[in-house]
């Protein structure tokens, strides 16, 4: 099957979104450009790494402050209906310095665990999607993204891990109900 390329350049739209209840959501990115738009699937430790690594990024190149990364705003919701290009194995980061944008790029989960390095001209390889953001739509995606992340089960306050409802067998409390 021949690869697929998704180059969204300045997207309309550009989001980190989960369905379903906190703790058992699936996450999801999703980039929107006139008609098209293409949506993948992630974990949620992705999508946390991810706004984490974007606000650290735009902070090393004078692009926003960390505290504008970590405060406000408010849980996206995606477009729909849902369909899965593919489930994303490796996220990349990348700043163009003449053009002062970011550029995300993900790609599918290998079956090898390689991840070689694939020209947008070969017809062969894995699929990509690649967004490309200037400096504000890039922190709007970071703070949406750590705000959709922080909407989860709280954090148990002795081992990290997070709390269910009824409870969880805490490690650090020697196994006991926490």
């Given amino acids: 099957m021949p690869r697929r390329l998704f180059l969204f350049d300045h997207p309309e739209w550009f989001t980190a979104g989960a369905v379903g209840d906190p703790g058992s959501r699936a996450f999801y990115l999703q980039a929107r450009q006139d008609r098209a738009v293409v949506t993948v699937g992630l974990e949620k430790t992705q999508v946390a790494a991810l706004a984490q690594r974007i606000g650290e990024l735009l902070v090393a190149v004078g692009e926003g402050g960390a505290e504008a990364v970590v405060s ?50 070969e017809p062969e390889g894995p699929d990509v999607l690649r967004v490309r953001l ?22 148990c306050p002795f081992c990290g891990q997070p709390l269910d409802p009824s409870g969880h067998f805490c490690p650090r409390m020697n196994g006991h109900l926490n």
Avoid at 89 to 117: H, K, M, T
Avoid at 146 to 153: C, D, I
């Fill in 134 to 155: 200037d400096g504000p739509a890039a922190r709007r995606f970071a703070i949406a993204a750590s705000a959709l992340v922080a909407a989860g089960r709280p954090a």
């Fill in 72 to 121: 406000g705003g408010t849980a996206p919701t995606l477009e729909e209906p849902l369909i899965e290009a593919f489930r994303v194995g490796v996220l990349a980061l990348g700043w163009d310095p003449e053009a002062r944008s970011l550029f995300v790029e993900a790609r599918p989960i290998s079956e090898d665990g390689n991840y070689p390095e694939v020209a947008d001209d």
